[in-house]
């Protein structure tokens, strides 16, 4: 059974919704009946850096990770922290590689450079498989948290979603680009302070920072710098390295929330500087949650929550560490359970405008190209209502899928490696064709499901290490005598978000898992899959584009190249080389 937080809690919560709802409104109005489409969605191309660089950060550290990331930590130890080290040269390629192609050819959403650079049937076949994902997303970023914080402490689950879905609809819908950014950054101050206070607070109480790496080790889950090539091991430094390395990559360079914020900036170096900032902060919100799930642990080293039946999934251990610490300061878990609501709000409310942006740009302004400015205006905004309609519903719908989801959501998140191996091969090979392009995307996408569907045949040789209940009569207080849920599943469950895309994995075995081992293809670590996916989007997409075009390549607009590989390459003209039918669809394009 659940604590109930103080009314106070909730007056904590609801203004802290309020807050963001207000952002949206001033915003609205300051823009007035006639917001043009760019200031719509960037901005007018007038944003500042610093809370464009805060925007980025929030905006990919979802409520998944404010609970999810933690619960990695605990039930896994900290060497999922190693691959922190990829995100001090990830940004830089970000910036210099990914970002000038974006900014300069003014595009407002992703995939009108595919248009560019490829066709429209790799452009439309990428926006629907991104498209029903980040619905996807959107769903499980509102129902994930919902469900852990009305376990763990007692908010209604209704309550949770329809907040979070109503106001963050409400304020996109009428603020745009500007609302959202502005919300992310008083929602990423949220964030930092809910983690810096659980840390501090949680380390004080169990003696201190040497106590708690005491604790730490003697549990098991310690730094250890594995290199071993073994796929199978769930974290080793080449794993942490390659992992992370795709996977940030694919988040800062074809995430269509992030280009949104790159080119809303006012200069192509603010973009740069932005880009990069941006993904340092989301480099240490993601530290503060690793850091969040060691300080758990080392509380509960030896009566774990998890094992004794206190709580039923791995990604409740945030909530109900909440309560345990503050449930005598009312108004103090409010909060930290804010910052929850704040992580779903600030990645919803991008995610949604990104997908907006889409259906306007890519879709609207294809069907209509003579819409008058006000009424794609006031269509954009009606879509945004009801897409944040479908995304509330795709949450309540959640609740009744079960394994469903992780399903869906597993085989979603396996199509961000393709669809990051499009855009390399647009961008550094000028050589690739639309043929290449659309046969890498469909060829890996192939090869990343059978993966995944080898996977659910054949388990891990990989166990996570043991958790403690030897002490559980130590910690006999309110909260816990309150809280006694059996765990009534044979595998604990829980989605979380890294690396930039959703994973919805075992987190713990409460009984003997399935022993049937297969060979290293499918029981490799999570974090190979994305590797594996782009690799193989790259090495196809190659393959066929100089089969299709051998002996007749296709020469490239530079633009539609990065810039180094611009620079040196030679099968390229410069833009007005074009023919006039090229000319036209070239032009026909950059409209849309």
Request: glycine share 12%.
């Given at each position: 059974m659940a604590v109930v937080i103080s009314a106070l809690d909730y007056i904590v919560v609801i203004a802290m919704l309020a807050t963001s709802a207000a952002i949206g409104?001033?915003?609205?109005y300051r823009a007035g009946r006639n917001q043009s489409s760019v200031d719509y969605f960037l901005g007018s191309r007038q944003m500042s850096l610093i809370p464009v660089s805060f925007s980025l950060a929030a905006t990919i550290m979802s409520a998944i990770t404010y609970l999810g990331t933690p619960a990695e930590v605990y039930v896994h130890g900290p060497m999922y922290g190693v691959g922190l080290i990829t995100r001090l040269y990830v940004p830089l390629i970000v910036a210099y590689c990914f970002v000038p192609v974006y900014y300069r050819l003014k595009v407002t959403t992703m995939y009108e450079y595919l248009g560019m650079r490829f066709n429209n049937k790799v452009r439309y076949t990428v926006i629907v498989i991104k498209s029903l994902y980040e619905f996807l997303y959107m769903g499980i970023v509102?129902?994930?948290?919902?469900?852990?914080?009305?376990?763990?402490?007692?908010?209604?689950?209704?309550?949770?979603?329809?907040?979070?879905?109503?106001?963050?609809?409400?304020?996109?819908?009428i603020g745009g680009i500007k609302a959202v950014i502005w919300t992310d950054v008083f929602q990423a101050f949220s964030m930092l302070l809910g983690?810096?206070?659980?840390?501090?607070?949680?380390?004080?109480?169990?003696?201190?920072?040497?106590?708690?790496?005491?604790?730490?080790?003697?549990?098991?889950?310690?730094?250890?710098?594995?290199?071993?090539?073994?796929?199978t091991i769930r974290y080793t430094f080449w794993s942490n390295m390659l992992g992370p390395t795709l996977g940030w990559l694919a988040n800062g360079a074809v995430s269509q929330s992030l280009i949104q914020r790159y080119n809303s900036c006012k200069t192509e170096r603010d973009a740069k500087v932005a880009s990069y900032l941006g993904m340092m902060g989301m480099a240490v919100i993601e530290a503060l949650a690793i850091a969040t799930g060691m300080t758990a642990f080392a509380y509960y080293y030896k009566c774990d929550p998890l094992t004794s039946g206190k709580i039923s999934r791995a990604d409740q251990i945030v909530p109900y560490f909440?309560?345990?610490?503050?449930?005598?300061?009312?108004?103090?878990?409010?909060?930290?359970?804010?910052?929850?609501?704040?992580?779903?709000?600030?990645?919803?409310?991008?995610?949604?405008?990104?997908?907006?942006?889409?259906?306007?740009?890519?879709?609207?302004?294809?069907?209509?190209?003579?819409?008058?400015?006000?009424r794609y205006s006031m269509t954009t905004k009606i879509i945004s209502f009801a897409f944040g309609v479908m995304t509330v519903a795709l949450a309540f719908v959640a609740s009744f899928l079960g394994g469903v989801v992780k399903?869906?959501?597993?085989?979603?998140?396996?199509?961000?490696?393709?669809?990051?191996?499009?855009?390399?091969?647009?961008?550094?090979?000028?050589r690739a064709n639309s043929e290449g392009a659309m046969c890498g995307l469909l060829g890996s996408f192939v090869i990343g499901l059978t993966q995944f569907i080898g996977s659910n045949v054949y388990s891990s040789p990989y166990r996570p290490p043991p958790l403690s209940v030897e002490g559980c009569m130590e910690f006999t207080n309110a909260t816990s005598s309150m809280m006694?849920?059996?765990?009534?599943?044979t595998e604990v469950t829980s989605v979380s978000d890294r690396d930039g895309g959703i994973y919805a994995s075992p987190s713990l075995y409460t009984s003997p898992p399935p022993t049937l081992h297969g060979p290293a293809y499918f029981t490799m670590s999570y974090l190979y899959i994305s590797v594996l996916t782009t690799i193989s989007c790259i090495v196809i997409g190659l393959i066929v584009s100089y089969?299709?075009?051998?002996?007749?390549?296709?020469?490239?607009?530079?633009?539609h190249l990065t810039p180094l590989v611009a620079r040196y390459s030679t099968n390229m003209r410069t833009y007005g080389e074009h023919s006039s039918e090229e000319e036209n669809e070239y032009v026909t394009l950059k409209q849309v």
């Open positions: 409104v001033f915003f609205a509102i129902y994930t948290p919902a469900l852990a914080l009305s376990v763990a402490t007692g908010i209604s689950l209704p309550f949770s979603i329809l907040s979070t879905g109503i106001i963050c609809t409400f304020y996109t819908s983690a810096i206070v659980m840390i501090i607070a949680g380390t004080v109480r169990y003696g201190g920072v040497a106590e708690g790496w005491r604790r730490m080790i003697e549990g098991d889950r310690g730094i250890h710098l594995n290199f071993s090539p073994d796929l909440i309560i345990d610490l503050f449930h005598s300061y009312p108004g103090v878990p409010g909060i930290m359970i804010g910052g929850a609501f704040c992580a779903s709000l600030s990645s919803m409310s991008s995610v949604l405008n990104g997908i907006v942006a889409a259906a306007g740009q890519d879709v609207v302004k294809s069907v209509w190209p003579n819409m008058s400015e006000s399903t869906i959501v597993t085989i979603g998140g396996m199509m961000r490696g393709p669809v990051f191996g499009v855009f390399v091969l647009g961008m550094f090979f000028p006694t849920t059996p765990v009534a599943y089969i299709t075009s051998w002996g007749n390549p296709r020469v490239v607009d530079p633009r």
